[in-house]
């Protein structure tokens, strides 16, 4: 998967609408302490489904919705565009829009869909919010402490297999529906004889 383009409103730092062109090869982000370059990597993870606050640098989701300043107004939503290609080169546009009270709203080329399919899209693609490929400040010093089990997380990550465990709790959930139906249907026809 290619990252295209990422467009953000409302979204910590970049209240006015700001469009980012990524192109091949490596990107850098530049600027002086403060200026919003940690919150573009958020904008990044968010958009991707990230659902843990803390790892926005954040109390509260909400938190993500620019909160005003001394002379502009906090705003009541923002919205984060990916516009990425898939390993085929199709266009793949995610939206995450998240309004105050209301929670988040997930898009995939217009078509309104779950956290976990805009999840399961990233992960099969072996990226995501999680994805190792995203080195934010303090992330080398994590990975050298990280324990055995959670380095095994990344290398699935990164082979593009992470997905299956979403799918594997899936399957034996069912499972165990199915089970406790057929416990059922056996105590109906146990009455019945
Ligand atoms: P450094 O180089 O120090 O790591 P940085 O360029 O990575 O800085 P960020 O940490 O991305 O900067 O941005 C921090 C800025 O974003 C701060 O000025 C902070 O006030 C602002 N900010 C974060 N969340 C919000 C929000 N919800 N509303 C308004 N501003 C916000």
Redesign the pocket.
């Known amino acids: 998967m290619e990252i295209r383009k990422l467009k953000l409103s409302g979204?910590?730092?970049f209240?006015e609408p700001a469009e980012l062109r990524i192109e091949p090869g490596l990107t850098g982000?530049v600027?002086?302490?403060?200026?919003?370059?940690?919150?573009?990597?958020?904008a990044i993870r968010w958009v991707m489904g990230e659902n843990s606050p803390k790892s926005m640098?954040?109390g509260g989701m909400e938190?993500?919705?620019?909160?005003?300043?001394a002379s502009r107004p906090?705003r009541d939503f923002?919205e984060v565009v990916l516009h990425a290609a898939d390993d085929e080169g199709e266009a793949l546009d995610v939206t995450r829009r998240i309004e105050r009270g209301a929670g988040s709203a997930y898009r995939v080329n217009g078509n309104d869909v779950r956290a976990k399919d805009v999840a399961l899209t990233f992960a099969d693609a072996a990226t995501g919010a999680h994805s190792p490929a995203l080195v934010s400040?303090g992330k080398i010093a994590q990975v050298i402490a990280a324990k055995p089990a959670e380095r095994r997380m990344m290398l699935e990550e990164a082979a593009g297999i992470a997905g299956l465990h979403v799918r594997r709790r899936d399957a034996e959930s069912k499972l165990r529906s199915t089970e406790k139906n057929l416990e059922r249907l056996e105590d109906i026809m146990s009455s019945l004889d």
């Open positions: 979204f910590k730092s209240v982000v600027g002086p302490n403060g200026c919003g370059k940690s919150n573009l990597l958020e640098r954040s938190d993500v919705i620019f909160a005003g300043t906090p923002a400040q």
